[in-house]
């Protein structure tokens, strides 16, 4: 069984930062994608970035309102992941998740508790 824990959220003014962080266990994830998504009040969850195994190293993708932001990372067990949150706005308000996406014939995600981010104006 797969655990996730993320920790980093919090109450930050606008233009602040906070660095999210995601350990998982149970499982090597070192050849899984891992990432982070979001969900605002009143609206769906959505992608913010992922760290996808490639057999050349981790690359990084990002949504659009993440690319020049919030850069994510990966700790080179692969078991744990980072995100870096700069230039926050209200709009950036929501649950964060940690996210790791097993590929294959039956993909699998595993997905963590959530921690809360609030941006004040």
């Known amino acids: 069984q797969v655990q996730m824990v993320e920790s980093g959220g919090g109450v930050v003014q606008a233009g602040g930062s906070l660095r999210l962080s995601c350990v998982a266990s149970?499982?090597?994830?070192?050849?899984?994608?891992m990432g982070w998504y979001r969900q605002a009040p009143g609206k769906e969850r959505e992608f913010v970035a992922m760290?996808?195994?490639?057999?050349?190293?981790?690359?990084?993708d990002y949504a659009d309102f993440a690319k020049d932001r919030f850069p994510i990372s990966r700790d080179n067990a692969g078991n744990a992941t980072y995100l870096e949150m700069n230039s926050l706005t209200p709009a950036d308000t929501a649950i964060y998740y940690c996210?790791?996406?097993?590929?294959?014939?039956?993909?699998?995600?595993?997905w963590g508790q959530g921690t809360q981010v609030t941006v004040s104006s």
């Open positions: 760290t996808r195994w490639t057999w050349r190293g981790y690359t990084s």
């Open positions: 149970g499982r090597t994830l070192v050849n899984v994608d």
């Open positions: 996210n790791a996406h097993v590929p294959g014939s039956v993909p699998v995600d595993y």
